[in-house]
């Protein structure tokens, strides 16, 4: 059995000094020998990191010590220090880049006008209570349309996004006014960008919005794949994806031939930044594991790169 963890967290909470829990966030990582992404602003922490589990019991106890960071939930995944090429703590405007730092409201209980939080307990209690009233749930996906092609709640919404950033202009073309009366659910891998997405739907006249607490890890470990989620969970590390059991389905399909898969590959054309699925087939083959729409050889934000 594996001795190594990944923690995933985050808690939004006024930082009145983002740099100096900076400099002893990464103090506390290389005191024992984590590695991962934190992101900090004046709005609270968002991290992953990886490496031995007793090391990483005590960062997170120690990191608890903090008065902001004192009821930080904590979402366990297996891995450690090696599903990540380095140790990166930054401050930022925003710790999910929105584009919208402007918008959204922190407080010592945390964000200020965002969606209910949900249990998975409580998601099905509400699916179930909405459907015996002739009502459906909306399931709105918080994550890029990338993140959703190999795994997503049965009938969500996927907006079409390409970066956290587009979520904005999403909500403000007007496309999902029909919803604005209808009970929506967001989620997202770990919850922190619903967090952020669901305070701005609400201020954008989205009348019952709630929000999945802990995202999709949480739900994951609590019904498997024997509720309302279907496929792999992509995640921000070497491992690209997860399953929560023997039972989850391939619902991605390979660009070329259509095989299930849950597989991302990088384009065999060194310039490229497109993230596609393939199959093992297809994938072993210079020829076909080349962009079939086309490759993009700028270095702009292609993928799903915001923190889960």
């Not at 006008?113 to 209570?129: C, F, I, M, N, Y």
Request: aromatic share 8%; net charge negative.
């Amino acid at each position: 059995m594996s001795t190594n963890r990944i923690a995933l967290y985050y808690a939004f909470t006024p930082l009145p000094d983002p740099e100096a829990i900076r400099l002893w966030q990464r103090a506390l990582c290389e005191k024992w020998g984590l590695r991962g992404r934190i992101l900090l602003s004046e709005h609270g922490i968002n991290g992953t990191v990886g490496g031995d589990v007793r090391a990483v019991k005590q960062y997170v106890k120690t990191t608890r010590e903090y008065p902001g960071f004192r009821g930080m939930g904590i979402k366990w995944s297996d891995g450690g220090a090696e599903d990540f090429p380095r140790l990166s703590v930054r401050v930022r405007d925003e710790i999910v880049s929105f584009g919208a730092p402007g918008e959204l409201k922190v407080d010592g209980n945390g964000v200020v006008g965002g969606g209910t939080h949900l249990s998975p307990e409580e998601l099905h209690d509400l699916v179930d209570a909405k459907r015996a009233a002739g009502d459906d749930v909306v399931f709105f996906d918080g994550r890029n349309a990338l993140e959703a092609q190999i795994g997503r709640f049965r009938g969500a919404v996927v907006p079409d996004v390409r970066t956290t950033h587009d979520f904005v202009r999403e909500l403000d073309s007007g496309k999902y006014d029909e919803l604005k009366d209808k009970p929506v659910v967001t989620y997202c891998t770990g919850g922190v960008r619903c967090e952020v997405l669901s305070s701005l739907m609400v201020a954008r006249g989205f009348n019952e919005v709630y929000q999945l607490d802990g995202g999709i890890v949480r739900y994951g470990e609590r019904y498997r794949d024997a509720g309302l989620w279907e496929g792999s969970l992509y995640v921000f590390d070497k491992r690209m994806h997860l399953e929560f059991s023997e039972d989850a389905v391939r619902i991605g399909k390979c660009v070329r031939c259509g095989t299930p898969t849950n597989k991302f590959e990088n384009c065999s054309e060194p310039t490229c930044r497109n993230l596609t699925l393939y199959c093992a087939a297809c994938a072993a083959d210079p020829v076909t594991l080349r962009c079939p729409q086309g490759c993009e050889t700028d270095d702009a934000e292609a993928t799903a790169a915001s923190a889960a």
